[in-house]
Structures are given as structure tokens and as C-alpha cells.
């Protein structure tokens, strides 16, 4: 398939690929919160470039889709994704396994479109030095590696386990872990991850990049009582602790009133949509909206614990959740800078 940007839009007829990834970028970018000028900023594109490829009107080439899938945190693949067919039975060729890059890395879903994502499978394919990165991975349910070619180095908390052809490793994930390709060949390994929440997608959280660490100049809000201490219930603290972090360091502090639980006790209490969890419907999406346009200016919001709904809204807010168990702001923002903050989704409810 040929990603050559058409230089005449108007001749240019419409294709099932270009209505494809047209159609995943407008719905991501939606979910995300976006609008066109925001992604545009965002990805260091044209408003028009976008809005043509959107509609259809003009393939991307292949810069642009990395530059959009690094704005919006995806693997380039999905942008070419199907509409989703739930299946009870996933059959999957040797030779069509759905393939995801992240850099020289490559994953291979076994599992694409299965019922539930109960069981998250996938053949890992990773060329020498490269890894899930320096900050530790934790999620729900277990996890399962077995070795199929090369070799593995696995860290989970402060063991090392060298995995080489026909070893394998199964654990708690809640347990901070990282692997690495130590070796000097091409490793691939069978992930299997089996989390115990079905919401959760904790394959990406092995691959993505972390690119907030390496921005120069940033911005981080922690949610808290008194601006000491990390706020263990995002809906009902009072303040953001909202801090400016250049090359590194803190540059500044500033306290900002955030609206909680109480300033929506007059309205009517919401009614949970069938087959949706509790603060996931669309009422409460809009109050994690209210809640969060305060720090509309930050990268992260560091808390204590808070509910699937409200991580995932933030999420879409492009501000990137971190749940802690640190309790002290100054101690969790110095891990956070060293990219050593542990992001605890076990403490989510």
C-alpha cells in the first residue's frame, strides 16, 4: 500500500484504505477531546492536511501517521483497524497475525477481536537493547513470558530472571516489573496477559513510548488537601497542587481550587447505563470535564486513587493519569521526574 500524500485532492478518488484511516482518526481524535487546530498543534501539522485526511481526500504518508501516533499515544496500526467483530472463537494464520510497531519493536495480536479480552496474547518480536523502558510496569491479573527465540531479561521488583529459548516466567503483575533484550540477537517471546479488570489494556503499557520525560519545560497537577500530602480520593480533594517542572527541576508552585463531589450535589444523581461501571457514563464524563478544565495546561495529574471512570476521562483529556501509593509531594514528583513513578491501576475502584 502506497502512503504518497496526493498532491491533487480534487482528482483524487477515495479508497477503502484512505476512508479507513480517515474514519479511526476522526473517532480517536473525538474520543481524545480534540479539536482539529488542538491536534494540529499537538502533532506539528496543517488544520487543512488534517481535515483532508479525515474526510478521506488525501493518504497520509507514512511521517504524518507517526506524527499523529505519537500525539495521541497509539500504535500506527490503528489507523488501519476494522470495525471490531466481537468473536467467541479467534483463529489467527501464521501469516495474518495483526501486526502493532513500537519503534524496531513488534507485537503481533493472537487474541484481536476476542469477547472480553479476558486473555490478551502476543508474539513479541524485539531486536537487541530495546525493552519496555527504565519505569516499572504494574497492572491487574498475571502475566505469563515464554521464551521463543533469544533471549529475555525480566525484573520484577528487585529480582533479575535471564529467560533464554524454552524458559518461561508467570507472576503477579501487580508486582512493579521491566524486561529488557540484553542480548546481541533478535528475541521473540509469547506475552500473555490476563488482567483482571476486562477494561484494562495493559498491552499498550509495555510497548508505548514515555515521552513526557523528555520534554524540556512541562506541567504536572497532584491532587491534595493541603499541599503537602498526595489526596488518596481525586473526586473529593479540594486543590491541585499545580507545579513547572524545566530540564528537570521545579520551577514553580501554584495552588489551584478544584471542584469536587460536592459543587454537583444539586444535580440529579446519575443513573449508571446498562453494561456501563459506575462513573463511566456520559454524566460523569462531564464532570471529570469540570474537574479537569483547570489544568487543561497540564501533561499529568498525579493522585492517590480514583475511579476507572475518572482515570479514563483524563485520559481523553490528553493529561496522563498516574495513581500512587507515595504519599509525600515532593517524593512522588522526584520519581516522576526520574520517570521511577509507579503507576498503581490496582489502586483504581
Given at each position: ?7 491533487d ?5 477515495q ?8 474514519r479511526n482518526?476522526?473517532?480517536?481524535r473525538t474520543?481524545?477531546g ?9 502533532s ?5 492536511t ?5 474526510n ?13 501516533a505519537q ?6 496500526a ?17 501469516d ?7 519503534g524496531?519493536t513488534?507485537?503481533q ?6 469477547t472480553g479480552k ?10 537487541p ?5 527504565d ?13 521463543l527465540?533469544g ?5 520484577i521488583n528487585?529480582?533479575e530472571f ?19 533484550n ?16 476486562e477494561r ?6 509495555h510497548?508505548?513510548l514515555d515521552?513526557l ?10 491532587i491534595?488537601?493541603?499541599g503537602?500530602?498526595?489526596s488518596?480520593?481525586f473526586?473529593?480533594?479540594?486543590y ?13 508552585r501554584?495552588?489551584?481550587d478544584k ?6 450535589v ?24 469540570n474537574?479537569a ?5 497540564c501533561?499529568?495529574i ?8 475518572a ?6 483529556f490528553?493529561?496522563k ?6 504519599r ?18 490496582e489502586l483504581?475502584?
Amino acid at each position: 500500500m502506497n502512503f504518497v500524500l496526493d498532491g491533487d485532492e480534487d482528482a483524487a478518488e477515495q479508497t477503502p484504505a484512505e476512508m479507513l484511516v480517515g474514519r479511526n482518526l476522526r473517532e480517536l481524535r473525538t474520543k481524545r477531546g480534540f479539536s482539529l487546530r488542538a491536534l494540529a498543534e499537538l502533532s506539528g501539522l496543517n488544520v487543512n492536511t488534517l481535515s483532508l485526511v479525515e474526510n478521506g481526500k488525501s493518504s497520509p504518508s507514512v511521517g504524518t501517521l507517526q506524527q499523529l501516533a505519537q500525539a495521541m499515544d497509539v500504535p500506527i496500526a490503528t489507523f488501519f483497524e476494522t470495525e471490531q467483530i466481537e468473536k467467541r472463537v479467534v483463529f489467527t494464520p501464521a501469516d495474518q497475525r495483526p501486526l502493532a510497531a513500537f519503534g524496531s519493536t513488534q507485537m503481533q495480536n493472537l487474541g484481536k477481536d476476542l469477547t472480553g479480552k479476558v486473555v490478551q496474547p502476543f508474539v513479541v518480536t524485539l531486536q537487541p537493547g530495546m525493552g519496555s523502558g527504565d519505569r516499572m510496569i504494574v497492572h491487574t491479573g498475571h502475566e505469563f513470558i515464554f521464551c521463543l527465540e533469544g533471549s529475555l531479561q525480566y525484573r520484577i521488583n528487585q529480582e533479575e530472571f535471564n529467560l533464554k529459548k524454552g524458559d518461561s516466567i508467570l507472576f503477579q503483575a501487580h508486582i512493579p516489573h521491566c524486561w529488557e533484550n540484553k542480548g546481541d540477537q533478535v528475541a521473540q517471546v509469547l506475552l500473555i496477559l490476563y488482567p483482571t479488570d476486562e477494561r484494562e489494556e495493559p498491552g499498550g503499557r509495555h510497548f508505548s513510548l514515555d515521552y513526557l520525560q523528555k520534554e524540556l519545560s512541562m506541567k504536572i497537577a497532584v491532587i491534595t488537601n493541603d499541599g503537602k500530602t498526595i489526596s488518596q480520593h481525586f473526586g473529593r480533594a479540594p486543590y491541585y497542587l499545580v507545579l513547572t517542572i524545566e530540564e528537570g527541576e521545579v520551577t514553580q508552585r501554584e495552588m489551584r481550587d478544584k471542584m469536587g463531589h460536592n459543587h454537583f450535589v444539586a444535580q440529579h444523581e446519575e443513573h449508571d447505563q446498562a453494561g456501563v461501571g459506575h462513573g463511566m457514563g456520559e454524566e460523569s464524563h462531564k464532570k471529570h470535564a469540570n474537574m479537569a478544565e483547570s489544568i487543561s495546561d497540564c501533561k499529568a495529574i498525579i493522585c492517590g486513587g480514583m475511579g476507572m471512570g475518572a482515570y479514563q476521562s483524563m485520559q481523553q483529556f490528553n493529561i496522563k493519569p498516574v495513581v500512587t501509593d507515595i504519599r509525600d509531594i515532593e517524593e512522588a514528583v522526584k520519581a516522576f521526574i526520574d520517570g521511577k513513578l509507579i503507576d498503581h491501576t490496582e489502586l483504581l475502584h
